[in-house]
C-alpha cells in the first residue's frame, strides 16, 4: 500500500482517492498526497471545545447547565444551573462526557453548559 494512503492526522492505512484529494473514513481528514507532511501536521487542531459563551474548555472543568436537559429513559431533566464537576473532552456532536448527580453518566453538547 502506498504511503500517500496513510492517513497524517491518524495514521491510518484506508485513506482513498476523491479527485485531487484523499480522504480518511475512519476520522474524516482530507489532505493532499502531494503536499508535505509537515505543512500537513502545521494545520490548526480543530477539535478546540466552546461553551456556550465561547469559553474554551479543558478536561477537568468544571461546567454548568444553561437550560434543562430532558433525559432520554427518565420521567425527569436535568435542572438548569446543575454544577457537573471533572468534564472529559471528546469528538462528535455530544463532546463532554461527565458524570450528572443523580443520574450517572452522561454525555451533553458543549452549547448547553458554561464554564463554572
Not at 490548526?44 to 459563551?53: C, F, G, L, R
Not at 434543562?68 to 455530544?94: E, F, M, Q, W, Y
Amino acid at each position: 500500500m502506498s504511503d500517500s494512503n496513510k492517513c497524517p492526522n491518524c495514521q491510518s492505512l484506508y485513506g482513498y482517492p476523491t479527485g485531487t484529494s484523499m480522504m480518511c473514513p475512519e476520522c474524516g481528514h482530507e489532505w493532499n498526497p502531494n503536499e508535505p507532511v509537515e505543512a500537513v501536521a502545521a494545520e490548526p487542531d480543530a477539535s478546540v471545545v466552546k461553551d456556550a459563551n465561547g469559553n474554551v474548555l479543558q478536561e477537568g472543568d468544571t461546567v454548568v447547565l444553561i437550560k434543562d436537559l430532558p433525559v432520554k429513559g427518565s420521567s425527569k431533566a436535568i435542572k438548569a444551573g446543575t454544577k457537573v464537576k471533572n468534564i472529559r473532552l471528546t469528538t462528535g456532536d455530544h463532546n463532554i462526557d461527565c458524570k450528572v448527580e443523580g443520574f450517572g453518566a452522561m454525555a451533553l453538547k458543549s452549547i448547553f453548559v458554561k464554564k463554572g
